[in-house]
């Protein structure tokens, strides 16, 4: 009911096939046989999670699953108000099992390789993709081999990989030099590559789209707004909103807009020159951690994505990051890590520029959990009170400005 094909020359590969690109270099996608998959609002009943929607996924066995997904679609009034729209929806990701979005991408990567023999996992990653996939990997019960940039990782991360017994070589050098690492340690040792070049990543990832319909009673936003790193997550929630649409489950796709970090930006400046392709930058910096990508392996999809649904792509400053954290903490009681607060920054830039219209239903997603980054949390906050043990110094911190 699948096969892989390339994107750009259209070659075609067997599902049983270990490929994580074409032969011409150009990226894959999971093509369906749409015409064999017979799938109703009624069929999709029940509690959310990634294998709700088993039927659009490219598994034959059992899943390896910690009950990913699932995950709280909150409308956000104070946050619509104080930027000046009527509607707007956070999806929390941070509220899967290790805490970021990359648990829907894992559950279906880790699966796969089971179901294709391969006997360890590998990855690079700025840090929730090594979690992920240690986790995953301790799960299935499979060996697991991350890259990480040195010096570049958030502690969070960083423990969660370890204790789940990856093995974590941390290299001199940025993301984008361990991604070719681990891709070169792939094909020597046999090992499956699980970063978001892996088209079957993506399949998992796209049940964002589905869960997000599912929670607005099958309907789309008309927008939906998301960090970008490595470009793999607006072009899966973009597939999954055309999936639904073709399936008739829902009548339109939203206005795909990406929003990344002003030191590491070569989507929006492709965007912004109506370039076909990115300008890799070499030396990529932000504060947030997780989209600190300066060559994203997706960036062709990702832009095929902004432009076919007629969105777009937009920066923002560390410092406009920062506040959209706090303010999502304050006002509306979610904690993210920075990233995750891009889509948010992003929104009230956008809507102060005029992009956005003041009408449109919003949904934004906020990709990991604020305790993936505490070190950060800790810097820009205030430091707890230290008073004396007694009742009138209690009262009297109390109520100080």
Not at 88 to 94: A, I, L, N, P, T
Not at 139 to 154: D, E, F, I, N, Q
């Amino acid at each position: 009911m699948y096969h892989l094909e390339c994107i750009q020359c259209h070659k075609k590969y067997s599902a049983k096939e270990v490929i994580y690109t074409c032969t011409c270099g150009g990226l894959l996608d999971v093509i369906y046989d749409y015409s064999q998959i017979n799938i109703t609002k009624n069929d999709l009943k029940g509690p959310l999670s990634v294998w709700k929607y088993r039927a659009l996924l490219p598994i034959s066995i059992d899943p390896v699953s910690l009950k990913e997904g699932g995950t709280p679609l909150y409308r956000v009034d104070r946050i619509a108000k104080s930027i000046g729209l009527k509607d707007v929806y956070v999806k929390h990701e941070g509220m899967n099992p290790t805490g970021s979005f990359k648990d829907r991408g894992m559950t279906v990567g880790v699966t796969k390789a089971i179901e294709l023999g391969m006997k360890t996992v590998a990855c690079a990653s700025t840090g929730n993709t090594s979690a992920s996939l240690a986790v995953y990997g301790a799960r299935a019960g499979v060996p697991a081999v991350v890259l990480l940039p040195s010096g570049k990782v958030a502690l969070g991360k960083l423990a969660q990989a370890l204790m789940h017994g990856a093995k974590v070589l941390s290299i001199r050098g940025n993301f984008d030099d361990a991604l070719k690492l681990v891709r070169d340690l792939c094909d020597r040792e046999g090992f499956y590559l699980l970063n978001s070049v892996n088209p079957y990543r993506l399949e998992g990832q796209k049940t964002i789209a589905f869960e997000i319909a599912d929670q607005l009673g099958w309907k789309a936003p008309d927008r939906l707004v998301l960090p970008v790193g490595n470009a793999g997550n607006i072009t899966a929630i973009y597939k999954g909103f055309k999936e639904l649409k073709n399936l008739g489950l829902i009548d339109s796709v939203p206005k795909m807009t990406g929003i990344q970090a002003q030191g590491a930006s070569p989507v929006v400046t492709a965007i912004r020159n109506n370039s076909a392709a990115i300008t890799p930058e070499g030396h990529p910096e932000t504060i947030a951690t997780a989209i600190r990508i300066g060559n994203p392996v997706n960036s062709i999809k990702a832009l095929k994505a902004i432009r076919e649904s007629g969105g777009t792509a937009e920066t923002v400053t560390d410092e406009e990051i920062i506040s959209a954290q706090q303010e999502l903490a304050y006002l509306e009681g979610i904690g993210v890590e920075p990233a995750s607060a891009s889509s948010i920054a992003g929104l009230r830039k956008l809507v102060n520029l005029g992009v956005i219209d003041k009408d449109e239903i919003v949904a934004c997603v906020t990709t990991g959990h604020l305790l993936k980054d505490s070190e950060h949390v800790l810097s820009v906050c205030p430091r707890p009170m230290e008073i004396d043990a007694t009742i009138e110094a209690v009262r009297k911190a109390v109520f100080s400005k």
